[in-house]
């Protein structure tokens, strides 16, 4: 899973599956509310592929 902000920067990056996500900080700085775009690319146990996009609002 990637978190990228509005002009586009990568700020969160895992492919950790152990269900902790991204804090809402970058370079441990807490971020501005606002938009951030996710995206996750899963495989699954059949080997089949498929990425998930979408908007998220951090909100403080």
Known sequence: MSIYNRWGEQIFYTTSLDGRGWDGKYDGKDQPQGVYVYVIDAVFAN??????KGNVTLMR
Request: glycine share 0%.
């Open 47 to 52: 080997s089949m592929k498929k990425t998930f």
